[in-house]
C-alpha cells in the first residue's frame, strides 16, 4: 500500500495540470497594482487639468467684469474683489464637472481672489493684477487596491493659481 501511495505522490509532483492558475494568482496582485497607478494617475492628471482650466477661466472672467479704475482707491480694491469670489467659484465647478465620463473624486474647497495694485505714476489707471487661487482635495477610487501592498493614499490636498491683468468694463 506504500508503494501505491508513492507512486500516486510521485505522479502528483510531476502533474503540471493547474500551473498556470497559480502563476495567475501569483501576478494578479501586480496587475491590479498596475491597473490602479494607471487609472489613478490618469484621473488625478484629468481633474487637476479640468480645475486649472477653471481657474484659468475665472481668472480671465474677473479681470473682464471688475472695473478698471479698481486700484484708485486701494483701500477698498480687495473688498470689491472679493464679491466675485462665489461666482469664481461656480465657474471652477463647473469646467470640472462639465461632462465627466468618470467621477472625478475631487473636491473644490475654497476659491478666493486677491488683487495687487501697483505703484507709481501711470497714464491712465495703474494696472492691476488679479490672481484666483482654488485649493482641492483629490480622493482616490483604488485606495483599497494600493492596501494590498502595504501602502495607503487616503486624499491629496492641492492648489491651483492663476493670475491675469485686469482690463475692466
Do not use: H, W
Not at 467659484?89 to 462639465?98: A, G, H, P
Amino acid at each position: 500500500m506504500s508503494s501505491k501511495f508513492r507512486g500516486k505522490l510521485s505522479s502528483f509532483g510531476k502533474g503540471e495540470d493547474g500551473a498556470q492558475l497559480v502563476e495567475f494568482a501569483i501576478v494578479l496582485p501586480m496587475m491590479l497594482l498596475v491597473f490602479a497607478v494607471i487609472i489613478e494617475g490618469a484621473r488625478m492628471m484629468r481633474t487637476y487639468q479640468a480645475v486649472s482650466s477653471g481657474v484659468r477661466d475665472a481668472a480671465r472672467y474677473v479681470a473682464r467684469v471688475a472695473p478698471a479704475n479698481i486700484c484708485v482707491d486701494t483701500g477698498s480694491a480687495q473688498s470689491k474683489i472679493a464679491t466675485y469670489d462665489a461666482e469664481l467659484k461656480n465657474i471652477v465647478e463647473k469646467s470640472q464637472f462639465d461632462n465627466v465620463l468618470f467621477p472625478s473624486g475631487a473636491t473644490i474647497n475654497t476659491v478666493s481672489s486677491t488683487v495687487t495694485c501697483p505703484t507709481g505714476t501711470f497714464a491712465g489707471y495703474p494696472p492691476a493684477i488679479v490672481q484666483v487661487t482654488a485649493s482641492m482635495t483629490l480622493t482616490f477610487l483604488f485606495d483599497d487596491v494600493f492596501k494590498l501592498i502595504g501602502g495607503s493614499l487616503d486624499t491629496l490636498n492641492t492648489t491651483v493659481v492663476d493670475q491675469s491683468r485686469v482690463y475692466g468694463i
